[in-house]
């Protein structure tokens, strides 16, 4: 019940994060393909949420991880300096502190590739890499993305 209670609640945070880039039809170049970027992450991130709550489709998580791993591994190469027009929601930080940024990019693609390895058998194991994955998110979120207003 508390793994349930934990997808559940991991769920709902990504479910707002993957429509927080709402703003496309503003954003041009750079800012909107990291947009359309974080947006599909957040899709693939919620799509593997609601498969471990429904306890359905596992055998998919590997696919959703894999679009995980890949984009992550583009996301530097979409902050190029100065790509701060509106709208995006880039913190200043991203370019003061690059060497964590670019930290957390490669933890997320490193999670999401093993989160791509787990076996759709193992439901466990699935959900506890799946909550590593979004502590990913979350946490490069929290340092270098201004929060969306409500």
């Excluded at 993957?18 to 170049?29: M, V």
């Excluded at 959703?64 to 995006?88: C, M, N, R």
């Excluded at 690059?98 to 791509?116: C, D, N, Y």
Aim: proline share 3%; hydrophobic share 45%.
């Amino acid at each position: 019940m508390k793994n349930l209670i934990s997808v559940v609640a991991v769920g709902i945070a990504l479910a707002s994060a993957a429509f927080a880039h709402e703003g496309h039809d503003h954003a041009t170049g750079v800012v909107k393909e990291r947009m359309i970027t974080m947006t599909s992450m957040g899709q693939s991130l919620l799509a593997i949420s609601k498969r471990l709550r429904a306890n359905k489709e596992l055998d998919k998580i590997a696919g959703d991880a894999h679009v995980i791993h890949e984009l992550a591994g583009k996301l530097t190469k979409q902050f190029p300096p100065g790509s701060t027009q509106y709208p995006t929601a880039a913190k200043p930080a991203i370019w003061q502190d690059w060497a964590s940024f670019e930290r957390q990019a490669k933890k997320l693609e490193a999670e999401a590739e093993k989160l791509m390895n787990v076996k759709a058998g193992d439901g466990i194991a699935l959900r506890a890499q799946f909550r590593v994955v979004a502590q990913a998110c979350d946490g490069c979120h929290e340092t270098f993305r201004t929060p969306k207003e409500k």
